[in-house]
């Protein structure tokens, strides 16, 4: 599986924005995808998973009620959409699948830059 995540650019506080991961692989619809962030200098923070059929979701408590994820299996496509940005928000944003039967994460795909000003 190969993960391009793209959408990401510059918005103001209180703005939305909506990042797209586009996968390839036969077997997409096998795997779990997780959205992540990494700013400058932080480690990396995990942001939401959705499960393989898109009914289970997990999100980290400094995005829930605001980022809302879904997936389109048939497009090979999970979808990101952030509401009520805020700066600390700022980061680059990555996509990756796990294999739905894995604890890790397999496949990662590249960053697409999210920067939200005050």
């Known amino acids: 599986v190969q993960l391009q995540a793209s959408g990401g650019g510059l918005v103001q506080a209180g703005g939305s924005l909506r990042l797209s991961c586009a996968a390839s692989g036969r077997t997409f619809s096998s795997y779990r995808i997780g959205w992540f962030r990494q700013a400058p200098g932080k480690e990396r923070e995990f942001l939401v998973r959705?499960?393989?059929?898109?009914?289970?979701?997990y999100y980290a408590d400094s995005v829930k009620g605001r980022f809302t994820v879904s997936r389109d299996n048939a497009k090979k496509t999970v979808d990101l959409l952030m509401n009520s940005l805020k700066p600390e928000d700022t980061a680059v944003y990555y996509c990756?699948?796990?294999?739905?039967?894995?604890?890790?994460?397999?496949?990662w795909g590249r960053g697409t830059q999210v920067t939200v000003s005050s």
């Open positions: 990756a699948a796990q294999y739905y039967t894995h604890t890790t994460y397999d496949y």
């Open positions: 959705i499960g393989w059929t898109g009914g289970v979701t």
